[in-house]
Every structure is written in C-alpha cells, then in structure tokens.
Nanobody
Framework: QVQLVESGGGLVQPGGSLRLSCATSGSIFSFRAMGWYRQAPGKQRELVATITRGGVTNYADSVKGRFTISGDNAKRTVYLQMNSLKPEDTAVYYC????????????WGQGTQVTVSS
C-alpha cells in the first residue's frame, strides 16, 4: 500500500523559509518521479516542483530560484525547501508520486497548509 504523508507546513512571514517533507511507505526509487503541487483557495491545483528517479528536477517558473526539491532515500523522504516566501505561495501543498508500473499510477498525500502572511 503506497502512502505519502506531508509535514512541515505552517505560518511564516514574507521572506521567510519553510521545509516541507513527504514521507513514503517505501523507497523513493519505487517511483519514476515525485513532486509537489499546491492549491490555493479558489484556484486549481498547480505543479510546483518535480524530481525524477534519476535526480532531474523541474520547477514552475513562479518558484524557480526560491524552492528546491530533493530526496533522501535512507529516510524515505522527499523535501521541498522553500525560501523567500511570498504571500502568493499560500496554499495547501500536496506530495505526489508516479508509480513504476506499466499503467500510469499516481499517488497523493493529504496535504499540508502553508500560509505566508504578515
């Protein structure tokens, strides 16, 4: 059973930093890729960052230079380091994983709230 559990969200002032964690039920290399998405109130869920099994990363233009996605297989965890946070970064952040199976299989965590406000 694949499980993804996010943590690390909270309230931070503009310009501050947070690190989100996504703990998996198995090896992070069990997935072709993992990533972070976010959804703000009244808006669609959007891609934030992804990392492939081989370590190739991709970021939304809105977070390039500020966010960093990384993985630690020993801890079975993928991280999202968020720096220089802006109010527009406020959203529920969801961990995502793509399975290695023949058919596309996508998994989601339950989300963690990030609020950037003065």
């Amino acid at each position: 059973q694949v499980q993804l559990v996010e943590s690390g969200g909270g309230l931070v002032q503009p310009g501050g930093s947070l690190r989100l964690s996504c703990a998996t039920s198995g090896s992070i290399f069990s997935f072709r890729a993992m990533g972070w998405y976010r959804q703000a109130p009244g808006k669609q869920r959007e891609l934030v960052a992804t990392i492939t099994r081989g370590g190739v990363t991709n970021y939304a233009d809105s977070v390039k230079g500020r966010f960093t996605i990384s993985g630690d297989n020993a801890k079975r965890t993928v991280y999202l380091q968020m720096n220089s946070l802006k109010p527009e970064d406020t959203a529920v952040y969801y961990c995502n994983a793509e399975g290695l199976g023949y058919l596309p299989q996508i998994y989601w965590g339950q989300g963690t709230q990030v609020t950037v406000s003065s």
